[in-house]
């Protein structure tokens, strides 16, 4: 499976957010600066982030983006699913009925759903569990260190802006 490298923008703009948010909001330029990414594209994955209601944006000099729940209420599923769309990863289009293969067969050997097809959508839902499973808060408590250096730098930042 490959997602966008937007999902990785996406998850550590949230865990970044979640670790300053009594210092929220935080400017688009901030963020972009921050990871070293294109400020448009990045704008368009916070986009696709605020439609789905993980994050918010308030306008002005002052302004920027921030968290719309707690990070504990965030889910890595709901950010993946936003970023990408909610695409399936398998899409089966039951290629075991055409061409000479499917021409000789009955209905009835395609009555029940394709073994590849349920082989395919249980790993993706194996995997929407594992990512439902973990949220955002969950993901700010594996780098403490990152919590501290992501705070101290973020308000030196500040001071020199």
């Given at each position: 499976?490959?997602?966008?490298?937007?999902?990785?923008?996406?998850?550590?703009?949230?865990v970044t957010?979640?670790?300053?948010?009594?210092?929220?909001?935080?400017?688009?330029?901030?963020?972009?600066?921050?990871?070293?990414?294109?400020?448009?594209?990045?704008?368009?994955?916070?986009?696709?982030?605020?439609?789905?209601?993980?994050?918010?944006?308030?306008?002005?000099i002052r302004?920027?983006?921030?968290?719309?729940?707690?990070?504990?209420?965030?889910?890595?599923?709901?950010?993946?699913?936003?970023?990408?769309?909610?695409?399936?990863?398998?899409?089966?289009?039951?290629?075991?009925?055409?061409?000479?293969?499917?021409?000789?067969?009955?209905?009835?050997?395609?009555?029940?759903?394709?073994?590849?097809?349920?082989?395919?959508?249980?790993?993706?839902?194996?995997?929407?569990?594992?990512?439902?499973?973990?949220t955002i808060?969950?993901?700010?408590?594996?780098?403490?260190?990152?919590?501290?250096?992501?705070?101290?730098?973020?308000?030196?930042?500040?001071?020199?802006?």
């Amino acid at each position: 499976m490959r997602m966008s490298e937007g999902v990785e923008w996406g998850l550590h703009c949230c865990v970044t957010l979640g670790w300053l948010d009594e210092h929220a909001p935080v400017s688009i330029r901030r963020l972009a600066l921050w990871f070293d990414l294109p400020q448009e594209y990045l704008k368009k994955r916070l986009q696709a982030l605020a439609r789905a209601g993980i994050l918010t944006s308030s306008p002005g000099i002052r302004g920027g983006w921030s968290l719309t729940r707690p990070a504990e209420r965030i889910t890595v599923m709901e950010v993946v699913a936003a970023l990408e769309d909610g695409l399936d990863l398998f899409r089966c289009t039951e290629v075991r009925q055409r061409g000479a293969g499917g021409a000789n067969a009955t209905d009835a050997e395609f009555a029940e759903t394709c073994g590849i097809s349920a082989v395919m959508r249980r790993a993706e839902m194996a995997w929407r569990r594992e990512l439902a499973a973990h949220t955002i808060a969950d993901l700010m408590e594996r780098s403490p260190q990152g919590a501290e250096r992501t705070r101290r730098d973020y308000l030196r930042m500040a001071g020199s802006a």
